[in-house]
């Protein structure tokens, strides 16, 4: 069982950055995969960015490239999304989720094992 607990979201005005953090415990020897995924009011589940756990690599939604980052440090096993120069249109609960070693998509949902509980990110206009 991999538990993930968010954290860092709050209110900003559009233009403004934010740091969400996503800290990892219990069998995280079996995460390969971690991504950001989000939701809005009425909206489905969407990806939004996702990293490869063992490696470098980096997938982004084509809305946020250029704006968000996601870093990590295995050291504290927390996985971090750097968002700049938000818009109100980012507004969303953000869930970080982590997955095995499967042949599915990294921006499917469906592939993921463990959530966090989420956390929410209010942009101003």
């Known amino acids: 069982q991999v538990y993930l607990a968010e954290s860092g979201g709050g209110l900003m005005q559009a233009g403004g950055s934010l740091r969400l953090s996503c800290a990892a415990s219990g069998r995280t020897f079996s995460i390969y995969v971690m991504g950001w995924f989000r939701q809005a009011p009425g909206k489905e589940r969407e990806f939004v960015g996702a990293?490869?756990?063992?490696?470098?690599?980096?997938d982004y939604t084509d809305s946020v490239k250029g704006r968000f980052t996601i870093s990590r440090d295995t050291t504290k096993n927390t996985m971090y999304l750097q968002m700049n120069s938000l818009k109100s249109e980012d507004t969303a609960v953000y869930f970080c989720?982590?997955?095995?070693?499967?042949?599915?998509?990294?921006?499917?949902?469906?592939?993921?094992?463990?959530w966090g509980q989420g956390t929410q990110v209010t942009v101003s206009a």
């Open positions: 989720a982590a997955r095995g070693p499967t042949s599915g998509s990294d921006r499917y949902r469906g592939e993921y094992d463990y």
């Open positions: 990293l490869n756990w063992k490696g470098t690599g980096t």
